[in-house]
């Protein structure tokens, strides 16, 4: 009998319920099969004794800049429009094939180690087949796509786009890579934010994502300059806007989102459009701090990204669960977004933020094996006797406490040891195209 057996684990679900049990997981081809107490199977390709260790599912970033890791360090201590004028779009701009591949590569390898399994990113104007070239050979869950950029007179020419290239060059990558490897990875339009792009752009993407049945990735009311100039050009706030041409639907994602009126929030509610939570990333660049329990507590659906490495400047989600509690309490008290609901946020939360809620998020039969195991056998998360187990991951857990990744059935990552991407090769690449990057730039 093929698969992998997973033993004697604590395994947190994630259901509905929040169920925890101690005992067993089985994985044939890409699914989660029998889950119980003691399964009576023999047989296996692989027998993984977990005791002592912790089984939930994967991390969920809804929120992801695989293009730009290689500038982490480079673009410290600006707010967003000078951080991306003087610094992000000037380096994009001097990307090259092998650059961007690198440079998701650095990003992917960060990720798996620290437990996250399925992303939705966002890449820049040119090479994105290198980035979804990484994606299929590192065995990450993606949804991915070309940042589409046809307005505005600040921007390097290399991302000055003509409107119906951008949409056309979008279309062929989604016709080539959505749906590829098995369905792990799909597309995603991606529009960078209203103002760079013009409105017949954005009129484009939602017809076309609709034709195509795809998800809609953008950034929207991250930074007041931002809301200003959008205000003053096209005389309504941000998704306000985005609703007056029609797409605020349920396939849109915005990431960011802090600084939403109430008819914003109102129409966020009623359209169905999905959330994403960059608290790193919104602290760094000085952006503000978004109202995520009033989002919440509407029935929004909310994820957790950790943005990009030059504004963060790593991709963990212990430490973006970590921020979003804490954030949160400064502002509303302290019993405001407890462990229980961090932790959802970025496995199940993530997975409805995507559409992908019936097949990932949680341990469940039937669904896909994006798993991962923590080894909480150290100093900073005991005593474990008696303890709450979301309190132990969101408040004291690491990313050094992952020890296997599984993703689509495959295991990633084993021994804390990433299988899919060669560090000791990555790592050297990353340097040697960063310092050609520098040359071009």
Not at 128 to 152: C, N, P, Y
Not at 195 to 217: K, P, Q
Not at 282 to 301: R, Y
Request: glycine share 8%; hydrophobic share 40%.
């Amino acid at each position: 009998m093929a698969g992998i057996l997973i033993r004697n684990a604590v395994v947190m679900t994630m259901n509905a319920q929040n169920h925890i049990f101690k005992g067993d997981v089985w994985i044939e081809n890409n699914r989660i099969r029998q889950m119980g107490e003691k399964l009576d199977i023999s047989g296996a390709d692989r027998e993984i004794d977990a005791g002592g260790k912790v089984l939930l599912p994967g991390f969920v970033q809804t929120h992801i800049h695989l293009c730009q890791t290689l500038f982490r360090g480079r673009a410290d201590d600006l707010s967003l429009i000078e951080w991306l004028k003087e610094r992000i779009w000037p380096l994009e701009a001097a990307h090259s094939e092998d650059s961007v591949y690198y440079s998701a590569m650095l990003g992917i390898g960060e990720l798996i180690r620290s437990g996250t399994t399925t992303i939705l990113d966002m890449e820049t104007v040119n090479y994105t087949e290198s980035a979804f070239q990484a994606i299929k050979e590192s065995g990450i869950r993606a949804l991915s796509g070309k940042v589409m950029m046809d307005h505005g007179t600040e921007v390097p020419l290399a991302l000055q786009e003509d409107t119906q290239k951008s949409l056309q060059d979008s279309v062929d990558l989604l016709e080539k890579w959505h749906g590829a490897a098995g369905g792990r990875i799909q597309y995603a339009f991606c529009p960078r934010f209203v103002v760079s792009c013009t409105e017949e752009l954005l009129i484009g993407v939602r017809d076309l994502s609709a034709e195509y049945g795809v998800m809609v990735h953008t950034h929207a009311s991250e930074n007041l300059g931002e809301i200003a100039m959008v205000e003053a050009e096209r005389g309504m706030r941000n998704v306000v806007y985005l609703d007056h041409i029609g797409l605020a639907r349920p396939n849109l994602v915005l990431a960011h989102s802090i600084w939403l009126d109430e008819e914003e929030k109102r129409i966020i509610r009623e359209r169905g459009v999905k959330v994403t939570h960059c608290p790193g990333s919104n602290l760094k660049l000085a952006s503000g701090v978004a109202e995520i329990p009033l989002l919440l507590e509407q029935g929004i659906d909310v994820g957790i990204g950790a943005d990009g490495a030059p504004c963060n400047n790593n991709l963990d989600m212990f430490q973006e669960m970590r921020l979003t509690a804490y954030m949160q309490k400064v502002k509303h008290g302290p019993t405001v977004m407890n462990a229980r609901t961090v932790l959802r946020m970025a496995t199940m939360g993530g997975a409805r933020v995507l559409g992908l809620e019936n097949e990932i998020g949680s341990v469940e039969i039937g669904k896909l094996a994006d798993l991962q195991l923590l080894d909480l056998e150290d100093f900073h998360v005991y005593p474990s006797f008696d303890a709450d187990w979301h309190s132990r991951i969101v408040y004291a857990a690491t990313r050094g406490d992952v020890d296997t990744v599984i993703i689509d059935g495959q295991i990633v990552m084993e021994n804390k040891i990433v299988k899919t991407v060669d560090k000791r090769i990555v790592l050297k690449e990353a340097d040697r195209s960063l310092r050609r990057l520098v040359e071009r730039l």
